[in-house]
């Protein structure tokens, strides 16, 4: 007997399965027949153009840096920051728009979070910026805040995203 067998054999012993209700698998034809009609997608020229907008700011900024002998980190930590400000920017434009037809006094509220989301971000980085001396360690630690108030927004946006299907 293989590995496998006996272990599916004891899964099978030990673990009870609910048998799938009748019908589930003409159920699961059909939806894949429908495929992913109805369903909102995100648009994607938003991401192609700020992808584009970002790739281009930072070749003009290695290109920069290069005519300029006396590049630093200060150049990396200005790509960094210009980066991850489109990328905020660009999720905050969109939570802004799939809630067009949310209440507008809680629509405000919270619009009013995701700046203060944005807000903070910049925030940290400027203490980071101030208070930590060693370049790299700069760098990374930017990284990672805008990475994490990027996630919340990412977070919020698919939060809010099924929401908006079932409006339209």
Do not use: C
Request: a negative charge; charged letters at 25%; proline letters at 4%.
């Amino acid at each position: 007997m293989k590995k496998n067998d006996s272990i599916k054999k004891a899964l099978e012993e030990n673990w009870a399965v609910s048998p799938l209700p009748e019908g589930h698998e003409d159920r699961f034809a059909r939806k894949l027949e429908r495929g992913t009609a109805g369903v909102k997608q995100r648009p994607i020229w938003p991401s192609v153009v700020t992808f584009f907008a970002a790739a281009s700011l930072l070749v003009m900024l290695f290109l920069w840096r290069g005519t300029n002998s006396g590049g630093t980190a200060v150049d990396t930590l200005s790509m960094v920051k210009g980066y991850y400000a489109a990328l905020i920017w660009e999720e905050s434009e969109y939570i802004a728009g799939i809630t067009e037809r949310m209440n507008p006094g809680e629509r405000e509220n919270l619009l009013s979070e995701v700046r203060y989301i944005k807000e903070e971000a910049d925030s940290i980085a400027d203490t980071i910026l101030e208070g930590i001396d060693n370049e790299d360690e700069k760098i990374h630690y930017m990284i990672v805040v805008y990475s994490s108030h990027l996630n919340s927004l990412k977070k919020l946006s698919a939060y809010l995203q099924p929401n908006y299907r079932s409006e339209n």
